[in-house]
């Protein structure tokens, strides 16, 4: 007889899971339902800025796999269908059409859960007005272009300067708009340490996009159409045309919390290496909606990407097919950009390290992404923390033009790899006069944190 798994959620993590699974096993040993509340499948969710901008011409371009897809593949997918409850016990999930109201059971011998992250959505006064949006899925960026076209005037807020805010503006700045940038931290970009923020700062400014730190929202003010006018600060009011959301995101458990499941420190479901939930033999978990293990810190925590979602996806899908595979971790490594700079960050920031107890130094260096007589060379700042004992490589944050940015895979590789920063300095990266200075950016920051450490003793 064959078994049946049932998905919840029908983008990276879940449709990547049913389709390993599938690969594995055919339609008479694994029936596959998978359940989605929304119109698409297998999409993007990062392309929505580029999309919203212009870059990506059409909506459809951010689609890996349609619905129609995955069932020509024997994958029962139902769209416009919400999961309203998991039964463990009784091996079931209820589902609800959302088009005709209607409720349904199924059961399942195995379940995965793949239900993603929602947007934070501030209880502010005013934030469901017209002109109001976040940016989550296709529908979010179709919704958010529809009301661009239907803006009395080319004004725009984004409240939120993480990798979202800074995109978006960049999308709004490329359609004419007039944005303005509101964040409560001290800089934008959280997730480097405040110096290197201050450098995106800047860039933005330079760029047209005004940035305005440690500046909460407080409300959303409406004009006497209900639509959205202003948005205001404790120190200020700021005009506003359309209002983007960039927040940020937390997972979505509710029907896991409701189902007695295993959640950590930051709301994500918790899981062994094969991403299975912990103490559920039948249950596997991946995507946005789980914590995974931080290889530098050795602390759990919330990483909500693409490329986690999907290797988690192909995990699940091999042991649910009845093969092995695992997923260690991650390093946190991270790339966005604003118009043309960019930016980047893996491992722990200098608040990170602290958190955790380790005893670290800091070194930044300024070189550029060619060499520097070559035509077109640019400025980069790399910042790197290692272990004050150890000499290990603990961090990197890059931020600069042409080039800068997927110079951080070095650093990834070195942070899985656990390597020092003296080790690092003998890495044999390639060189020639295009492509990098004699000494790589990240090697002249390895030198420089290796005689730190020794200095340090």
Same mark, same amino acid.
């Given at each position: 007889?064959?078994?049946? #798994?049932? $998905?919840i959620?029908?983008?990276?993590?879940?449709?990547?899971?049913?389709?390993?699974?599938?690969r #594995?096993?055919?339609?008479?040993?694994?029936?596959?339902?998978?359940?989605?509340?929304?119109h698409?499948?297998?999409?993007?969710?990062?392309?929505?800025?580029?999309?919203?901008?212009?870059?990506?011409?059409?909506?459809?371009?951010?689609?890996?796999?349609?619905?129609?897809?995955?069932?020509?593949r024997?994958? @029962?997918?139902?769209?416009?269908?919400?999961?309203?409850? =998991?039964? !463990?016990?009784?091996?079931?999930?209820?589902?609800?059409?959302?088009?005709?109201?209607t409720?349904?059971?199924?059961?399942?011998?195995?379940?995965?859960?793949a239900?993603?992250?929602?947007?934070?959505?501030?209880?502010?006064?005013g =934030?469901?007005?017209?002109?109001v949006?976040?940016?989550?899925?296709?529908?979010?960026?179709?919704?958010?272009?529809?009301?661009?076209?239907?803006?009395?005037?080319r004004?725009?807020?984004v409240?939120g300067?993480?990798?979202?805010?800074?995109?978006?503006?960049?999308a709004?700045?490329?359609?004419?708009?007039e944005?303005?940038?509101l964040?409560r931290?001290?800089?934008?970009?959280?997730?480097?340490?405040p110096?290197?923020?201050?450098?995106?700062?800047?860039?933005?400014?330079?760029?047209?996009?005004r940035? $305005?730190?440690?500046?909460p929202?407080?409300?959303?003010?409406?004009g006497?159409?209900?639509? /959205? *006018?202003?948005?205001?600060?404790?120190?200020d009011?700021?005009?506003?045309?359309?209002v983007?959301?960039?927040t940020?995101?937390?997972?979505?458990?509710?029907?896991a919390?409701?189902?007695?499941?295993?959640l950590?420190?930051?709301?994500g479901l918790?899981t062994?290496?094969?991403?299975?939930?912990?103490?559920?033999?039948?249950?596997?978990?991946?995507?946005?909606?789980?914590e995974?293990?931080?290889?530098?810190s050795? *602390?759990?925590?919330?990483?909500p990407?693409?490329?986690?979602?999907?290797?988690?996806?192909? +995990?699940?899908?091999?042991?649910?097919g009845g093969?092995?595979?695992?997923?260690?971790?991650?390093?946190?490594?991270a790339?966005?950009k +604003?118009?043309? #700079?960019? =930016?980047?960050r893996?491992?722990?920031?200098?608040?990170?390290?602290?958190? +955790?107890?380790?005893?670290?130094?800091?070194?930044?260096?300024?070189s550029?992404? *060619?060499?520097?007589?070559?035509?077109?060379?640019?400025?980069m700042? $790399?910042?790197?923390?290692a272990e004050?004992?150890?000499?290990? !490589?603990?961090?990197?944050?890059? /931020?600069g033009?042409?080039?800068?940015a997927?110079?951080? @895979?070095?650093?990834?590789v070195?942070?899985?790899?656990?390597?020092?920063?003296?080790?690092?300095?003998?890495?044999?990266?390639?060189?020639?006069p295009?492509?990098?200075?004699?000494? @790589?950016?990240?090697?002249?920051?390895?030198?420089?944190?290796?005689?730190?450490v020794?200095?340090?003793?």
């Amino acid at each position: 007889m064959s078994e049946r #798994l049932v $998905v919840i959620g029908g983008d990276a993590a879940g449709m990547s899971a049913a389709s390993q699974a599938r690969r #594995l096993k055919g339609p008479d040993e694994l029936e596959i339902v998978a359940f989605e509340r929304g119109h698409f499948s297998s999409y993007s969710a990062c392309g929505i800025p580029y999309w919203v901008g212009g870059d990506v011409a059409a909506r459809g371009e951010l689609i890996a796999r349609s619905p129609e897809e995955h069932r020509a593949r024997d994958i @029962d997918l139902r769209t416009r269908t919400e999961v309203t409850e =998991i039964d !463990l016990p009784g091996q079931r999930v209820r589902s609800r059409d959302l088009e005709a109201g209607t409720e349904t059971w199924t059961g399942f011998d195995k379940l995965v859960i793949a239900t993603g992250a929602r947007p934070l959505r501030p209880p502010l006064p005013g =934030i469901d007005a017209p002109g109001v949006h976040g940016v989550q899925t296709l529908d979010d960026g179709q919704a958010l272009l529809d009301s661009l076209s239907a803006a009395p005037g080319r004004r725009a807020v984004v409240v939120g300067a993480g990798y979202i805010g800074v995109e978006m503006a960049e999308a709004l700045l490329s359609r004419g708009y007039e944005v303005t940038v509101l964040t409560r931290g001290e800089q934008p970009m959280a997730t480097l340490d405040p110096d290197m923020g201050r450098l995106v700062h800047r860039a933005m400014d330079g760029l047209g996009i005004r940035t $305005v730190v440690s500046a909460p929202v407080t409300k959303i003010l409406t004009g006497s159409d209900g639509r /959205v *006018r202003a948005v205001a600060t404790e120190a200020d009011e700021y005009p506003a045309d359309v209002v983007v959301l960039g927040t940020g995101v937390e997972p979505e458990t509710s029907l896991a919390r409701a189902a007695g499941l295993p959640l950590g420190a930051y709301g994500g479901l918790l899981t062994d290496l094969s991403m299975r939930v912990r103490g559920h033999g039948n249950v596997w978990a991946g995507g946005d909606c789980v914590e995974v293990l931080d290889l530098v810190s050795g *602390r759990e925590r919330h990483v909500p990407l693409g490329t986690h979602a999907n290797k988690h996806g192909q +995990v699940i899908g091999a042991n649910v097919g009845g093969g092995y595979a695992t997923f260690p971790g991650v390093v946190g490594t991270a790339v966005s950009k +604003v118009c043309d #700079l960019e =930016i980047a960050r893996t491992g722990l920031r200098e608040k990170d390290a602290r958190e +955790v107890g380790l005893r670290f130094t800091a070194v930044t260096v300024e070189s550029t992404s *060619r060499a520097g007589y070559y035509p077109g060379a640019a400025p980069m700042t $790399v910042k790197m923390l290692a272990e004050r004992r150890t000499g290990r !490589l603990l961090g990197v944050q890059i /931020v600069g033009r042409e080039g800068a940015a997927k110079r951080v @895979d070095v650093a990834a590789v070195a942070l899985t790899a656990r390597m020092t920063v003296e080790e690092m300095t003998a890495l044999d990266l390639g060189y020639a006069p295009p492509f990098s200075p004699v000494w @790589d950016p990240v090697l002249i920051a390895a030198r420089k944190a290796a005689g730190a450490v020794r200095a340090a003793g």
